[in-house]
């Protein structure tokens, strides 16, 4: 990965990487009532942003509301530990 670009088979998919994160952290603030700097950190520090990093997994091509709902799952697992 060049730095700052994101890349699926040799394709650049840096923007669709970028309203993906936009698009997943705008539910997080309607979901939860934080301002978009918490969601943002929130969701930066979250397995499920790691995951979207890894482009090979495809999860980037997912809708933003999977997305979403798999950050949600983790934080409830991680507050039932």
């Given at each position: 990965?060049?730095?700052g670009?994101y890349?699926?088979?040799g ?8 309203i ?10 309607k979901?939860?009532g ?16 790691k ?13 933003a509301?999977?997305?979403a709902d ?12």
């Amino acid at each position: 990965m060049a730095e700052g670009k994101y890349f699926f088979n040799g394709r650049d998919i840096t923007m669709n990487m970028c309203i993906q994160i936009r698009d997943v952290i705008d539910i997080i603030q309607k979901e939860t009532g934080m301002n978009f700097p918490d969601a943002t950190v929130a969701f930066y520090h979250s397995k499920t942003y790691k995951a979207l990093q890894n482009t090979e997994n495809t999860l980037w091509a997912e809708s933003a509301g999977y997305i979403a709902d798999r950050y949600f799952e983790e934080q409830k697992a991680e507050s039932c530990v």
